[in-house]
């Protein structure tokens, strides 16, 4: 893709540009010679690659590490197991936690029966021991007792009552019983989640800070791991240059590896600037599949606003050959053979003329893509 860029030149001037851009390329059957147009400077600044995502996984956990699922570079799918801590002595304190669930579980339980008991066959009505079922032996302190508008009824009303109320607390204080341990399991069960690191999405391991045997404690970390299937370049761009730069605007871009010239698109713009440097942090998306990885140099051509013009070579888009994503050109040579070369291709000059940002000189002949030559 090629960069815009307003030129610095008054409207006035365009008419004669025109004029200068055409005679300039002298046509002779398919072969042109490369002419030039104003331009507007730029800056190369070096920078990093970085993945698209990184994180740092962190203890949660004090122990031992007694595994680590794989080396530097290994890919994970999101959800793997990466890194485990010891967890025996929160298996134990969990079977604790069981067996405490299960005790108060049976305490409800006899609560439950001891409440049943006495809405049935109050206390107060039949002091005696129970015989049998507890409905007869009811009815039998009926039959006995008399009526509950005798005498002493009232009284006993309340009493039977209270007796009531109390047997409901115990079977209410056995429910929180069972609740507390239940909650106190879930609470083990997320410390055992913490013992165990795993891959947040998928990707590599980029670095191992612990290895197996070593004892951890919370906060520390443990490994730096990235989703590196996209890739990004970081650069720290002069507060001066921001001017010319515009999320998602594209700029052109070398690698170190294989000394790969690539467009990069602006994703992210720092919202300010560092007060040591007086300078902005920029990250540029990376096309997918380019060679190397995080770490490595790359270059990136930021535009100055603020540097005077000069000029660049000038092509038609027809001389364009594009084969796979790199643009070339034929370009002939003293004994008038075309020659291969891959170009750096700029902003639009009009309709069908394109600037050159590297590959080519003025005053060079170049071949019409899609034309044969006669010479």
Known sequence: MSIRKKLKYPLFLLSFLTVFIQTDIVQADNIVTVGVAPHGGFVILGGSVIPLKEVTLAAQMPGRVVSIAGEEGDKFKAGDELLKINDDKLLAMRKAAEAKLNSARDAVQNAQVQYNRELWNPRVYNPRPMSGMAMPSMFDGFFNKGPMSDVSGGNKSIERHADLVGQGTQVATARSRVQEAESGIHEIDAKLRDTVAVAPFDGVIMKKLVEIGDTVQPGQHLLVYAYTKFLR????VPARLMPGLKKGMV???????GNTQINVRVAQIAPVANKQQHTVTVKFD?????PGGPGMYAEVMIPDVNSPTHALPVI??????RNGSLPSVEVLDKDNKPQMRLIRVGEDIGDNSVSVLSGLKPGERILIHGQQSHH
């Open 233 to 236: 370049i970081r650069a720290e």
């Open 251 to 257: 700029v052109p871009a070398r690698l170190d590896v």
């Open 286 to 290: 990376l096309p997918e599949g380019v």
């Open 316 to 321: 038609p888009k027809d001389a364009i050959q």
